[in-house]
């Protein structure tokens, strides 16, 4: 059996692709991995990016978009190694680990390996049996897809993590789900086997939604029956917002949210009772902080709007009832 299936959920990164597969294949050269890609209906050139290494990888492309979790849980179920991993675009393998990666997975027969990445988790290597401890001490990290490793076993039955997909986490719901019905162990390994992967568009699109998706995190939890303690139940939450990205959900990243993310005022009423989990920013002064930063950026181009292109300088007035055009 194939020790480590490399998986790639992707979507119009046919650009980050023509980087990011040479690399993958140089790190993973003679060891027993397959590699497969499922292409999310991209409409870019991710398909022709693709079709160059058809000898290396096993290309799949989807009908229809079927959304990021639909496309992991798919992933999962082509599997055909001991161990399988979804790898996102921001994220690749150490090179000078990668053998010792190997060697943990051909010699270890854990249910899930959580594996670390750089300046991430600073906790010594574990076996964790207990859901409370996981939640407290990795819940936050395993957000992360690149984060766990799963043994072919617990993906026997792949149609009883479909009810996950709504979470938009259906790879760490998997895992919890495990832990809580089958008893299944997960062992952490502090090395940092994930590295990032820098491009210009690697970055990850999850910002653009950040408050839906803390929404589905706790709605995720609230629904997962067993024996979780209140206080950790939604304490991993609050770290991820928290402690571990002090940055977030404060005024600055409430006018970053409007200003690049489209954020907007009805969110904070539509997701109002989530906002108690992971904002420590109540929701109706991230309404009024959205609300004067549309204000800033809005009213004054609303009135006077001058651009130029080279010698030409374009003034709109009153949101462009009135226009002038002239050369300088």
Known sequence: MTTLSILMPVYNVGDVLEEYLPKLLDITKG??????????????NTQQVLEKYSDKIKYFKNEK????????????????????????????????????????????DYDFISVNSPYRVQLPSKLYTDINDILDNLGWHLTL???????????????????????EL?????LYHCVLNKNSKVYFDSRPFVDGFNHKNSASQWMGEVVVYMAKMVDLMTELKGDIKKESRYKWI???????????????????????????????????KYFKYFSPTHPLKAASIVFFERLKINIPKFFFNKTKKGNTRNIKLLGGLINYSYTK
């Open 145 to 167: 897809v690149s984060s766990i490793i799963f043994n072919k076993r617990v993906l026997k039955d792949i149609q009883e993590y479909e009810k996950y997909i709504k979470s």
């Open 238 to 272: 609050k770290d991820l917002s928290g402690k571990n990205h002090a940055y977030w959900f404060n005024v600055a990243f409430y006018k970053k949210l409007e200003r690049e993310c489209g954020f907007k005022i009805y969110h904070c009423f539509k997701y109002y």
């Open 65 to 108: 978009n079927i959304g990021g979790s639909g496309n992991c849980l798919k992933l999962l179920s082509l599997a055909k190694g001991k161990y399988s991993i979804c790898i996102g675009k921001n994220r690749i393998f150490n090179k000078e680990l990668f053998s010792k990666l190997i060697n943990l997975l051909e010699t270890s």
């Open 170 to 174: 259906v790879h760490s719901a998997i």
């Open 31 to 44: 060891y027993d991995i397959e590699i497969i890609i499922v292409d999310n209906n991209s409409n870019d």
